[in-house]
């Protein structure tokens, strides 16, 4: 698609420009020869005139071919660069698309497979129950993934700042913490939090941080204990969220916000790797940043920065 698009423009491109050319040369030709006065000039004046006005034709014929060689050759060059962003964000939905249809066929397979099982004879009441139960545990993880599809695709910061309001950050962090898929194992993350408000929707930082934190409690071993710290820097806040984990090779690190993206030792693991794509993309949203770093004694850091603001206004 992208080759016949290249070609039709690089074509279209060099036929304009080589009739503006054309155009031009003709009228610089005609307009040279218009105001030479032949009536008043001497025969050796007009003898000399008409072989300038020849060398002329044939300087403008020269350039109008070599223009003809070298043009459609520029245009190439620059439609290319036209459109290697239209492909490469055309490249990216195709992948995102087959990426997101892997993802719902799974949990619709296991949907259709439970109830195909339970219709496929007749059950006892526990085993109806238990079928229902996995077809609805796979709905809600549709319903999730469904959620996080359309929260990446919606994209645009304008739309996801549509209810931003001022919020209470260490209220934020506290949710965030408790709302996590691992609240569970609360005594397994420590927390260490200031005063801080910022302007943003309080949801998407919940949804933000809490995917961090569920990040740094799956990959870390069962005894070692999650930080999640608070620090206030200049006018921005700081969460930092540290855990004992694996941590990643650099390689993985480019990788990591990257949508549906799972590393090697988090492929045994449940998720999709949608949660750090997410947390970019909030991030984003509310100006701030978030990047990975390592731990001087092992595992990963998530350093989230967002802009801070005095009583919950908006700088």
Known sequence: MFRQATIRLTLLFTAVLLVVF????????LFVVASFDYDNAASDAVD?????F??????????????AIVLPVICLVMVRLVLRPVRRGFEAQERFVDDASHEFRTPLSIVQGELELAISRPRTEDEYVQAITTALDEVDQLNSLTADLLLLTRGSTIELSGT????????????????????????????????????????LLVRAIANVVDNAVKFSPGESVVLVTMQA????????????????TAEEQAHVFDRFWRGETSRTLPGRGLGLALVKQIMQAHRGT?????????????????PSTENGARK
């Open 22 to 29: 054309g155009v031009v040369a003709v009228g610089v030709y």
């Open 48 to 52: 000399a005139a008409e072989q300038s």
């Open 54 to 67: 020849a060398d002329l034709r044939d300087g403008l014929l020269l350039g109008y071919l070599a223009a």
């Open 164 to 203: 931003f309001r001022p919020v209470d950050l260490r209220a934020v962090v506290e949710r965030a913490v408790g709302s996590s898929s691992h609240s569970g194992d609360g005594s397994r993350v420590t927390l260490s939090t200031i005063d801080s408000a910022a302007f943003g929707s309080e949801t």
């Open 233 to 248: 820097q200049s006018d921005r806040t700081r969460v930092i969220v540290s855990d004992s984990g694996p941590g990643l």
């Open 290 to 306: 978030v990047v990975l770093r390592d731990n001087p004694g092992g595992g990963t850091r998530v350093v989230i920065e967002l």
